[in-house]
């Protein structure tokens, strides 16, 4: 540098000169100068120190500006004056020397309080090394100054008082081991490395690593690696095929990880790729052996197996840049498998299983244990001839070859490396891979499934926990995961493995995510429709089992389940197991759990829960104690529609009008359901379900029902029950349908009390004189009623009690009177004539009907009663 050359022959005119270039300002600051003396490479070190030495006033400023460019924090008082004077040369002058020592004393001090009581301390104490250094190292000097001596000489400089004693010693040491260097090295040519020399490099490296400017080294690097790496892995390769030298074959491996280390640093995921196809040939799992001949092998051959050691400590540190490379390392898996080789719980999540934390033992899914051919049920003998031939059988049988020392040995080395691979962790710690690293994983697990059964059912098995420990990317791996368990459940006709595991590693999923993944909450539930679609075969062999994951899963999360595409789900698979020997109990406990005090009842679940329940109390599988279990869950639910009604004055009046409406939808649905089960052949059923309807439809104070609701209920609920059981009675069996004389009288009381409960509604109805002629015509059809040939006193003698109430209530209320316009009056006494015709002189004995034609009765009667 042009600068530097002028300086080293003419201070004045060098820092005129770089003013002149503008690497200096136009007017010199102290500053300005104790940077460029500091940090500037070439300069004379003899003219440096007799600059900063020089009396003139600018020249001590300059100084004063060059101390304060060093750090002497934490560091040594012999340390520091090692790097303050390797970057100058000492002058020889006292006063200069002074000077120089007084500034370096002066900024030690204030970075070092904790030390010294003053600045003089520090000045005497480094005037007091430069001395020692000087007598221990100065080769005219014959006697030597000792440790006591130099201890004495420093005593009480410390603000009158001494230094501690280890401290002084460890710097006699320092400066005896290590001489200070008073005449540095200059710029030009390659110094001797000292020790002086050694630690003001290292000071200048904390020093100027800040503000070094990184060239184009690093991209020359990643170039030129990208273009010798294959022809390196391919060297590697030719070496470790015929090698067998151990340290030979260390080497290589050393080499192999090196590329992959290089490879991993500068994210070059196709040289890792190749790396693992060249090195996965040299494990031995790919040749096609049996599996003592492969085991035995693999155990004896020292090169397979740390070449396999190596192919998964590759994929365990540097897995964030392997794409196609997955693929390579699932056959050594698979091939490891079939060789029994890899521990049974490499399957499983992370330690985090939520499942251990309740229900351990209970339920578990299949999909913990080891993976393992599925076999035929051994079918018992019967008979003595049967047990006879089994015990010749055994008596034949020889017992199976014990293996050889040598083998046990070759196993137990194989064991061992299996274990040093930490395969599991690829699978369990796979949340830490980069996503694109993590979907090309996921693929080749749904690749290689294509595999025998065995293998597709141990890759489903590690695609289910790299999903699970995965929820936080669940978007990322869901649809592939689903299609995958899709084809396998859809294509399923029998019972296999891989199907239970498809199906099951399904609702674990589901049950697992659930609770963290609220906006994936309907898309995990409909998926559970997959089970719907089971072949019926498949279905009744795993329904048991089905159902307790399902009951599982709505303990763990029905407070989660909101909409009703995720309830219809579920209620599905419930509704599905009531006609089930072994899987309706646990159905019917889940359905209980959501039903009971409505507990997990909503506007999203009501319909679908009533539905469920109705199906479960028309099933004889269970006992009849179920059934009405069943229908008490019907009755209750009707508590939650009073909750919700009463809820609803709160909101706005738009709202609640509409919610009202939703409402009266839900208690329709509710007594449809309850009326269907009315019909049941079996007794108890029949008229507890008559009884749990009426209550439905006259003991719920609270909800508010519009005029149309009753009128629905009248044409779709009320009515029709009344016709199907008067056909029971009519066309059905009597050995079929027990005792029907009580359902009867239930029925005909229901149907006189659902009238009076809604006369308040359905008398404001235009089509009130329908509804009204319908409830007289079931009556004139209960009074002809025969069982076993036979009418019934009972209901003969009850027909014309109902009817007589009935008239005396809408008598009193004002619906029933001679003056009214709309001919309610005149149809009424000609079904009262036919019915009990002293009624009408007990009801109204001042009024007599007036008679109209027979054709007005016709003309009234509902279509929908015949």
């Known amino acids: 540098m042009i600068g530097v050359e002028h300086f080293n022959q003419d201070r004045k005119k060098g820092f005129q ?11 010199l600051d102290p500053v300005s100068a104790a940077c460029f003396l500091r940090y500037t490479r ?3 070190k003899n003219l440096v120190g007799d600059y900063l030495g020089n009396h003139d006033q600018f020249c001590v400023d300059v100084l004063q500006e060059f101390a304060k460019t060093f750090d002497f924090q934490e560091m040594n008082l012999d340390t520091a004056l090692r790097v303050f004077l390797e970057t100058f040369r000492l002058p020889g002058e006292s006063q200069k020397i002074q000077r120089v020592v007084e500034a370096f004393a002066e900024r030690y001090y204030e970075q070092s309080p904790n030390i010294f009581a003053n600045k003089d301390a520090a000045l005497l104490l480094s005037y007091s090394l430069i001395m020692l250094n000087t007598d221990q190292h100065n080769a005219q000097v014959k006697k030597k100054m000792t440790e006591d001596d130099f201890i004495r000489n420093n005593r009480r400089i410390n603000g009158g008082n001494d230094l501690p004693r280890e401290y002084l010693s460890e710097l006699y040491h320092s400066i005896c081991e290590n001489e200070i260097r008073m005449i540095p090295e200059q710029g030009a040519g390659l110094p001797v490395m000292t020790h002086d020399n050694w630690v003001g490099l290292l000071h200048k490296s904390r020093q100027t690593a800040p503000f070094i400017v990184c060239g184009s080294g690093e991209w020359i690097n990643h170039e030129m690696f990208a273009i010798l790496s294959g022809p390196t892995v391919a060297a590697l390769s030719v070496v470790l095929d015929p090698v067998d030298q151990e340290d030979v074959l260390q080497t290589c491996i050393d080499g192999f990880l090196n590329v992959a280390k290089i490879a991993g640093c500068y994210h070059l995921d196709d040289v890792l790729d190749r790396l693992l196809v060249s090195l996965s040939n040299f494990t031995r799992l790919l040749l096609p052996m049996s599996v003592e001949e492969s085991v035995f092998a693999f155990g004896n051959d020292l090169k397979a197996r740390k070449a396999t050691v190596t192919v998964f400590t590759i994929a365990n540190m540097y897995g964030d840049y392997i794409r196609s490379g997955w693929r390579n390392i699932l056959d050594c898996i698979l091939s490891l498998n079939k060789l029994g080789l890899l521990p049974a719980n490499l399957a499983r999540e992370a330690a985090d299983d939520l499942e251990s934390n309740s229900e351990p033992d209970s339920g578990r899914s299949p999909l913990v244990s080891p993976v393992k051919p599925a076999l035929p049920p051994a079918r018992k003998s019967s008979g003595l001839m049967g047990r006879f031939s089994e015990f010749l059988y055994y008596d034949t049988e020889k017992p199976a070859p014990q293996p050889s020392e040598e083998e046990v040995e070759s196993r137990k080395r194989a064991t061992e490396t299996v274990t040093d691979c930490h395969i599991g962790s690829l699978f369990t710690e796979s949340k830490f891979l980069q996503s694109e ?68 590693g399904l609702i674990r999923i589901c049950r697992r995510l659930l609770p963290y993944k609220e906006d994936l909450t309907d898309d995990l539930l409909k998926s559970l429709q997959l089970i719907l679609k089971l072949d019926a075969r498949v279905a009744d062999a795993y329904c ?16 989660r389940i909101k909409s009703h595409i995720g309830w219809r789900t579920i209620t599905s698979l419930l509704s599905m197991t009531a006609r089930h020997p072994e899987a309706s109990e646990p ?29 479960f109390s028309e099933s004889r599988v269970g006992d009849v104690a179920r059934s009405v279990k069943s229908l008490d869950l019907m009755a209750g639910s009707s508590v939650c529609l009073v909750k919700w009604s009463r809820e609803a004055v709160e909101e706005e009046p738009e709202t609640t009008v509409q919610l009202y409406k939703d409402i009266g939808e839900m208690w329709v649905r509710l007594v449809q359901g309850l009326m269907k089960v009315c019909i049941d052949p079996r007794e ?11 209550r439905c439809l006259t003991g719920l104070d609270g909800i508010n029902l519009e005029d149309d609701t009753w009128l629905q209920c009248f044409d779709s609920v009320i009515f029709p029950l009344q016709n199907d059981l008067l056909e029971i009675i009519e066309e059905r069996s009597a050995k079929e349908f027990r005792n029907m004389e009580g359902t009867l009288i239930l029925s005909l009381k229901l149907l006189s009390k659902a009238f009076l409960h809604s006369l308040p509604s359905t008398s404001r109805l235009v089509s009130f004189s329908k509804v009204w002629v319908g409830v007289l015509t079931c009556m004139e059809r209960y009074k002809k009623v025969k069982l076993r040939g036979k009418k019934s006193e009972k209901i003969y003698e009850l027909v014309p009690e109902i009817l007589k109430n009935t008239l005396l209530v809408m008598k009193s209320t004002g619906i029933l009177s001679p003056s009214g316009s709309d ?11 036919a019915l009990a015709p002293s009624v009408q002189s007990e009801v109204f004995p001042d009024d007599e009907p007036q008679t109209t034609t027979a054709g007005m009765v016709s003309e009234v009667n509902p279509p929908l009663v015949q």
């Open 17 to 27: 000169c770089l003013q002149g270039m503008c690497v200096l300002p136009e007017t």
């Open 42 to 44: 070439g300069l004379d």
């Open 437 to 504: 690293s993590l979907l090309n994983l996921s693929r080749a697990l749904i690749l290689a499934s294509h595999e025998d059964e065995s293998g597709a059912v141990f890759c489903l098995e590690l695609l289910i926990t790299v999903t699970l420990n995965n929820r936080d990317r669940i978007m990322l791996l869901w649809q592939s995961v689903y299609e995958h368990i899709a084809n396998i459940v859809q294509s399923a006709v029998m019972p296999s493995t891989l199907v239970e595991k498809a199906v099951f």
């Open 544 to 559: 048991e089992h089905i159902t307790r994951e399902i009951m599982r899963l709505v303990k763990a999360n029905a407070g």
């Open 587 to 615: 159905g019917f406990e889940t359905l209980e759990f959501i039903m009971l005090d409505g507990t997990h009842l909503l506007p999203a679940n009501f319909v679908l829960c009533v539905n469920a329940a109705r199906q």
């Open 684 to 694: 108890e059923i029949r008229n507890h379900a008559v009884l749990i309807l009426q």
């Open 823 to 833: 001919g309610l009056w005149d149809q009424t006494w000609l079904h009262v004539k």
